[in-house]
Structures are given as C-alpha cells and as structure tokens.
C-alpha cells in the first residue's frame, strides 16, 4: 500500500471512531448516559427551549440483567450513586425498574429503546436529553441550538 492509502485508511477509521463515539452506542463499561439539557432565560414549547440551551447532568445508567438491578449516578456529581431493584432487564437501554433507593431517586425508573422514560405521576418537564454530540457542543459553548431530541 501507498502512503497515500495508508492516511486514507487512517482517516476513515478514525472518521468512523468518532462517529461511534458521538452515537454513544459503544461504552467501555456498558453503562448508558442520558445527556440532559437546561433551558435557561425561557421555557419549553414542547421540544423546542425559547431561550437558549444550556448542557444539564450526564445521568448514567449501569443496567445489571443477572441481578435484576440497575446502578445509576450523575457523571461528575459528588452525589452518591442509587440502585433500582426488581428489575427487568432486557439490554443495557431498555430496562424498567419496580424499587427505587428512596436515599438517592433515580430521574426515571424506565428505559425504553435507549431514552429514558419518566416515571409515572413524574412532571412531563422533569428532564429533556440531547445526543451526545450536541450536549458536548453545548458544554463548549457553542450557540443555536433549541431543540432536544427527547
């Protein structure tokens, strides 16, 4: 092989690497991170935030299918991490919950095809979550986004 090839190999591995990554479908540890969004300066008119977005809480979700548990924490938070109990457990984004750790509640107590679904009686506002790419770009500070994905 060229020189020439071996540098357009490299860059479409890399190129799908970064692909995987912001798609946050692969993780080292299994876990599944909900990326959540703040609409500061207005509100929300469905999925769309009349103010401006604001990166919220990484919530992360490690789903344990032998025992029937679901570990769950804020990536960065002193807080300490909650577990869900009486679990059914399909994948590590499509789980639901029946025991919450009253200590340390959990946002939901139910993911369905990788979104997190609220709890029931929970307000409809509790969270709005954006993809992994989009939350980073909010987190540095990048402008014009309004509308989150769920």
């Keep these: 092989m060229s020189g020439k090839a071996w540098l357009l190999l490299l860059f479409i591995v890399v190129a799908m690497g970064a ?54 924490w804020i990536a960065g938070s002193a807080e300490r991490s909650g577990k869900m109990t009486d679990c059914a457990v399909r994948n590590r984004g499509s789980w639901s919950c ?32 954006v993809a992994k790419w989009k939350w980073w770009a909010l987190h540095w500070g990048l402008p014009g986004f309004l509308r989150v994905d769920y």
């Design 98 to 129: 029946k025991t919450a750790d009253s200590a340390t509640p959990a946002i939901a107590q139910a993911m369905v095809a990788d979104r997190l679904v609220p709890s029931p009686g929970a307000p409809a506002t509790t969270f709005h979550a």
């Design 19 to 72: 692909i995987i990554w912001a798609s946050d479908r692969i993780t080292l540890e299994g876990e599944r991170t909900v990326y959540t969004v703040n609409c500061v300066g207005g509100g929300w008119q469905g999925l769309v935030c009349n103010g401006h977005l604001e990166a919220g809480a990484r919530y992360r979700f490690r789903a344990s299918k032998s025992r029937g548990e679901v570990h769950h």
